[in-house]
């Protein structure tokens, strides 16, 4: 497939050294259909109803159940094949697409919700413990090909000047499904006794989750959508598997300074073991969690938005945005983790309130109302993090392939963190141990991420930067001369 054929364009709105291709948007109802944002809000739909639903989930503490070691193990079996998968799904993506590869990644969140309500029914099984565990491995597989064809799609459908604003839409509706799950586990658990949801809990999530994985089937072809500076989308299928394993060495080889992110990528979702488990989960009771869950999911919602409002603000250049956005995120890490030491202090895992149920924290009781404002706050910052990584992987690239190899990346470093994060709390590992390791990775993941956004982040991506869109179908990269020459005589 040649590099015409891949048709590449950039644009300010798009518009970066080559001649980019216009084509005038379609009226009505189908100009509407195929608007990139809308493509971005189905894609956020569903993440609403399966990412969404098992993070609520995972918000409440222990998957749901009172003793969170089988949460804990289920999340390392999914979060080990979910890091390997990642890895090479960026591949996959660009070889069959990435609305085959977005529908494949929805069928596991249904049956791993459905291992939990298993141990439910069959609360002293091991073979149901050992199928939820095994339901974490198959959601790993799962989420490696979502999550990267959910990346690819978001940051190649904006223009470089909406891409935070596309970020915020998708984090937006994705994050009210862990708002409403949260909201159903609140609700069905308000007056439950027991230190575990309901089955009417699990089942409400089952259902939502298979309604989710039918909204991909509706999605249109990227290669109908065109951006909202009348430059087309076109993701490609590459003629061959080896070319597109060639395309993922190059990726790395050629833009060496993802390596940076790297930190940041594996500290993103480290955080979440101690703040559901050893925060939520170790001081509240189970209708308080679920509350709590709602909250944090909620302030997401805000955090993406003032993270939107930041990195695409208009008459500031694109690197100075960079640094701003770095820097809200770099101040909120120390103020979240500060502020957390004066509770982390206080507990330990043989502390009474962490081994009996009957002394944890209820939202009704005046000593909630400082843990609850943390945890909001802990809502924020996760918010602002990925908000600010996925800007700065779309701000390194429009090409839709290389970004599903940067996604693939993320999404595997990240799930290699989540693995040793949830096997460490699953051996008991201290609190304070847990806290310590959290506030260490952030920072040093905000401090890898500065040294790529002064060498890296430029006012515009051109296609001397795009390694990927300048393969030929051999899988040799083009000068980059050669592919202005081309798409400048075809726009001729």
């Not at 909620?298 to 993270?307: A, C, E, P, T, Y």
Request: charge should be neutral.
């Amino acid at each position: 497939m040649s590099d015409i054929e891949k048709d590449y364009t950039t644009s300010d709105s798009g518009s970066g050294s080559a001649p980019p291709e216009y084509t005038e948007r379609p009226k009505g109802f189908r100009g509407f259909y195929s608007h990139p944002a809308t493509q971005v809000a189905m894609v956020g739909f569903v993440c609403f109803m399966c990412p969404g639903l098992f993070n609520s989930l995972s918000g409440i503490g222990g998957g749901g159940q009172e003793d969170a070691k089988t949460a804990d193990n289920s999340n390392v079996a999914l979060y080990s094949t979910f890091a390997v998968m990642s890895f090479f799904a960026g591949t996959i993506n660009n070889r069959i697409g990435a609305i085959r590869t977005l529908q494949l990644g929805t069928l596991g969140y249904c049956l791993y919700i459905g291992g939990f309500l298993t141990i439910n029914i069959h609360p002293h099984s091991t073979r149901a413990t050992d199928f939820a565990i095994a339901t974490g491995a198959i959601l790993g597989v799962c989420a490696g090909l979502l999550w990267t064809a959910q990346g690819s799609l978001m940051l190649a459908y904006p223009t470089e000047g909406e891409k935070a604003k596309f970020i915020a839409i998708f984090w937006a509706i994705f994050n009210l499904g862990g708002v409403l799950g949260a909201a159903i586990a609140f609700g069905t658990n308000f007056h439950n006794p027991a230190g575990n949801v309901t089955n009417g809990t699990y089942i409400a999530f089952l259902i939502l989750t298979l309604i989710g994985a039918v909204i991909p089937f509706f999605m249109t072809n990227p290669r109908n959508v065109i951006r909202t500076d009348g430059t087309r989308l076109s993701i490609p299928l590459n003629p061959s598997w080896k070319v597109e394993f060639i395309g993922l060495y190059v990726a790395l080889k050629t833009d060496p300074m993802i390596i940076l992110l790297f930190p940041m990528f594996f500290a993103s979702n480290w955080f979440y073991a101690w703040q559901f488990n050893d925060f939520n989960g170790a001081l509240f009771n189970i209708r308080t969690r679920s509350l709590n869950s709602m909250l944090y999911w909620s302030s997401q919602i805000v955090g993406s938005l003032i993270m939107a409002f930041v990195l695409d603000r208009k008459g500031v250049s694109r690197r100075t945005r960079a640094f701003i956005g770095w820097a809200i995120v770099f101040v909120m890490v120390f103020v979240v983790h500060g502020w957390s030491y004066h509770y982390v202090i206080q507990y330990e895992r043989d502390s009474p309130i962490v081994t009996d149920p009957t002394k944890r924290i209820d939202f009704s009781e005046k000593r909630y109302v400082g843990r609850v404002f943390l945890y909001i706050f802990f809502g924020l910052l996760d918010a602002m993090w990925q908000t600010c990584v996925y800007w700065m992987m779309g701000a390194m690239s429009n090409d839709p392939s290389k970004l599903a190899y940067f996604t693939g990346f993320y999404k595997a470093i990240q799930s290699a963190g989540s693995a040793g994060s949830w096997r460490a709390d699953a051996v008991k590992v201290p609190f304070r141990n847990m806290f310590a390791s959290t506030w260490a990775l952030c920072a040093a993941g905000m401090l890898f991420s500065l040294p790529m956004i002064y060498l890296r982040v430029k006012d515009t991506t051109d296609i001397a930067d795009e390694a990927i869109a300048r393969m030929d179908e051999a899988g040799h990269v083009q000068p980059a001369e050669v592919v202005e020459t081309k798409v400048a005589e075809k726009t001729t």
